[in-house]
């Protein structure tokens, strides 16, 4: 008995021993060591809030163009690089190099890559329409801006109305000759943009008005300037000084042509649209007799400020028209680094 009685005494002290030492270890000693076996108490000042912990998602947005080896499109990136830079958000930015196989690859990449909106300058309007239905399956919102695509899947527009654009130069042109009986040639931009759709529509808009004007050639020289020389150099060949005027439908066609013309002697008034630099130069120095501005940076801007707007739910515009503005002689000092 006494023995048992001196057994139970001996455990219940080791038990009281184990018992302090086991209260007086601290949580780390206790835990498997990592890093989130211990999380700081949530009312402690150490604690990150959840915000802090988890910061908002920055917004990243896409952006192909249909070439960014022009000053316009090199206009519509800058502009959109500045307004990201400025509000905190991520910009990609894609050259299509004028081909619409190029730029559905570059939204497929776009879509992978997780960005949250497509901002589409399509090279061909009808071709393009595929990378819209590839976006839209993605959830991906997809805003046209500058030329269009045949797609009602497309989430918004923002652009200048080309046809308008079209029928301004060519009235300008028929105005500033004051007569309605003489010759003219027309350069195209890439067949199928819907630039050069529209455009040409307004200038055949104001040639079934003039009977009398004659065409003598048309041709696209894929807003370049350097085919534009080399295609006008053929025409003036072929034509010589029978063409009277040139309808160029941007400005570094205009430029382009009218450097083959200047070279072979020649003066034959120019116009164009876009009112690049160099235009509004040629403008004043009295080589183009005007252009019709297109403003590149109210488009991008528009254009990004509708895809963060369905990006966060909110309502967006179907349709956004920025209006040309004609650069003159008169006005073109107004236009020397506008934007």
Same mark, same amino acid.
């Given at each position: 008995m006494k023995h048992l009685k001196k057994t139970l005494t001996l455990f219940l002290a080791l038990f009281l021993v184990v018992a302090t030492f086991a209260a007086?270890?601290?949580?780390?000693?206790?835990?498997?060591?990592? =890093?989130?076996?211990?999380?700081?108490e949530a009312n402690s000042p150490e604690a990150p809030s959840a915000s802090a912990d988890t910061p908002a998602k920055k917004l990243k947005i896409g952006a192909t163009y249909y070439s960014l080896q022009n000053e316009f499109t090199m206009r519509m990136d800058n502009a959109a690089k500045k307004y990201?830079?400025?509000?905190?958000i991520e910009l990609i930015s894609y050259d299509g190099n004028y081909d619409a196989a190029t730029q559905l690859s570059q939204i497929e990449t776009m879509i992978a890559d997780g960005c949250d909106a497509i901002i589409l300058n399509p090279h061909d309007a009808v071709a393009c329409a595929a990378g819209v239905e590839i976006a839209h399956q993605a959830g991906i919102p997809v805003v046209g801006v500058n030329t269009m695509v045949e797609s009602d899947l497309l989430t918004s527009y923002v652009g200048s109305q080309d046809v308008s654009a079209g029928e301004?130069?060519?009235?300008?042109?028929i105005d500033h000759l004051g007569k309605d009986e003489f010759n003219i040639v027309i350069i195209e931009g890439p067949m199928g943009q819907s630039a050069q !759709?529209?455009?040409? =529509?307004?200038? =055949? $808009?104001? !040639?079934? *008005?003039?009977? *009398?004007? *004659?065409? !003598?050639?048309?041709?696209?020289? $894929?807003?370049s300037r350097s085919e534009a020389m080399s295609l006008m150099e053929t025409w003036i060949n072929s034509f010589g000084? #029978?063409?009277?005027?040139?309808?160029? =439908?941007? #400005?570094?066609m205009a430029l382009g042509a009218r450097q083959a013309i200047e070279d072979a002697g020649l003066d034959i008034p120019c116009i164009g649209i876009d009112g690049i630099t160099d235009a509004v130069t040629a403008i004043q120095e009295g080589r183009m007799i005007a252009s019709d501005f297109q403003n590149a940076e109210g488009q991008m801007v528009g254009a990004i400020e509708a895809a963060v707007k369905a990006v966060n739910g909110e309502q967006v515009e179907q349709f956004n028209w920025i209006p040309f503005e004609m650069i003159t002689p008169e006005n073109a000092v107004e236009y020397v680094n506008k934007y």
């Amino acid at each position: 008995m006494k023995h048992l009685k001196k057994t139970l005494t001996l455990f219940l002290a080791l038990f009281l021993v184990v018992a302090t030492f086991a209260a007086c270890s601290s949580p780390a000693q206790q835990a498997t060591p990592s =890093e989130s076996s211990a999380p700081a108490e949530a009312n402690s000042p150490e604690a990150p809030s959840a915000s802090a912990d988890t910061p908002a998602k920055k917004l990243k947005i896409g952006a192909t163009y249909y070439s960014l080896q022009n000053e316009f499109t090199m206009r519509m990136d800058n502009a959109a690089k500045k307004y990201c830079q400025e509000n905190g958000i991520e910009l990609i930015s894609y050259d299509g190099n004028y081909d619409a196989a190029t730029q559905l690859s570059q939204i497929e990449t776009m879509i992978a890559d997780g960005c949250d909106a497509i901002i589409l300058n399509p090279h061909d309007a009808v071709a393009c329409a595929a990378g819209v239905e590839i976006a839209h399956q993605a959830g991906i919102p997809v805003v046209g801006v500058n030329t269009m695509v045949e797609s009602d899947l497309l989430t918004s527009y923002v652009g200048s109305q080309d046809v308008s654009a079209g029928e301004d130069i060519m009235q300008f042109m028929i105005d500033h000759l004051g007569k309605d009986e003489f010759n003219i040639v027309i350069i195209e931009g890439p067949m199928g943009q819907s630039a050069q !759709l529209q455009r040409i =529509e307004g200038i =055949e $808009n104001i !040639l079934a *008005k003039y009977p *009398k004007i *004659k065409e !003598l050639a048309r041709n696209t020289a $894929n807003w370049s300037r350097s085919e534009a020389m080399s295609l006008m150099e053929t025409w003036i060949n072929s034509f010589g000084s #029978d063409i009277h005027a040139v309808i160029a =439908e941007n #400005d570094e066609m205009a430029l382009g042509a009218r450097q083959a013309i200047e070279d072979a002697g020649l003066d034959i008034p120019c116009i164009g649209i876009d009112g690049i630099t160099d235009a509004v130069t040629a403008i004043q120095e009295g080589r183009m007799i005007a252009s019709d501005f297109q403003n590149a940076e109210g488009q991008m801007v528009g254009a990004i400020e509708a895809a963060v707007k369905a990006v966060n739910g909110e309502q967006v515009e179907q349709f956004n028209w920025i209006p040309f503005e004609m650069i003159t002689p008169e006005n073109a000092v107004e236009y020397v680094n506008k934007y």
